[in-house]
């Protein structure tokens, strides 16, 4: 079935460090590919998304690139702030009636000043 | 205006009390799902419906009851709280062909 492997966290980080938080996915055929973030206390927004191989999402400073060949969507930001700390999933579905995104366990980012 | 709206935003209630949680969509979506989060961030997906008709029911205990009374609304009822129920519930959809789903605030359920 389908599946998504993020990196375990917490992941603490100064600020202004480099930012890459891994993704490896499990799935048949070409799903779409998406970061999302919970900031605390908050629900879960879109940060960004890739919807077919090697394409590229980016947002606020974040970036991710779809690769089929490694089955990977990496998160990578060059400099965090402290307002970035939140928890990040990477998940996957697919556009298909009904079709639920399957998320990955969380990755847990915090940055200090 | 909220894209996504869950009420209640909390929610305390006594073991065995039946408790609804309500989802509106104001996005025109024909999809939407149930996720649950637990204490570790963990989500899992509930149920989903598309044009009201129930396409996923995971493995969830049938004390969970979602209904749909028309493509904008997605309610959740649960009976016979128990403590293992307490987490926070999302609401969540989207277009049948698009993959990028919205997600509700959250509700959180404490049970005790």
Same mark, same amino acid.
């Given at each position: ?10 992941v ?9 938080i ?5 799935a ?5 590919? %998406?970061?999302?973030?919970q ?10 998304k890739a919807?077919? +191989?090697?394409?590229k /999402? &980016?947002?606020?400073g974040f ?6 060949? *490694? *089955?990977? %969507? =990496?998160l990578?930001? $060059?400099?965090?702030?402290?307002s970035? &700390? +939140? ?5 996957l579905?697919?556009?298909? +009636?009904g079709?639920a995104?399957?998320?990955?366990? $969380? ?5 200090s000043s | 205006d ?8 909390y929610?305390? *209630?006594?073991?065995g ?6 989802c509106?969509?104001?996005? /025109? =979506? ?5 996720? !649950?989060?637990d204490? !570790? ?5 509930m149920f989903s419906?598309? #044009? ?5 029911n995971?493995?969830?205990p049938?004390r969970?009851?979602?209904? &749909?009374?028309d493509?904008a =609304?997605? #309610?959740? =009822?649960?009976n016979?709280l128990?403590? /293992? ?13 698009n993959?990028? +789903? %919205?997600?509700?605030? /959250? ?6």
């Open positions: 079935g389908n599946s998504v492997t993020q990196m375990e966290g917490p603490t980080l100064s600020e202004e460090a480099f930012l890459t891994n993704c490896t996915y499990t048949t055929g070409y799903p779409s590919l %998406f970061w999302y973030v900031y605390p206390g908050e629900g879960l927004q879109l940060l960004l919807t077919k +191989a090697d394409d /999402g &980016s947002n606020k970036e991710a690139t779809y690769r089929k060949e *490694t *089955t990977s %969507f =990496h990578e930001k $060059g400099s965090v702030q402290v970035d &700390s +939140a928890v990040y999933f990477c998940a579905t697919r556009a298909q +009636a079709t995104l399957i998320f990955g366990k $969380g990755t847990t980012l915090s940055v | 909220t894209a996504v709206s869950q009420t209640p935003k929610l305390v *209630t006594q073991m009390n039946d408790k609804s949680i309500k509106e969509q104001n996005l /025109g =979506h024909d999809t939407m799902y149930w996720y !649950k989060q204490s !570790k961030k963990f989500l899992k997906i419906y598309n #044009n009201k008709e129930l396409i996923i995971e493995t969830v049938n969970f009851s979602p209904k &749909s009374p493509k =609304h997605l #309610n959740l =009822h649960i016979s128990e403590l /293992g129920d307490s987490a926070v519930y999302f609401c969540a959809s989207r277009r049948q062909d993959t990028e +789903a %919205f997600f509700g605030q /959250g509700t959180r359920l404490t049970v005790v």
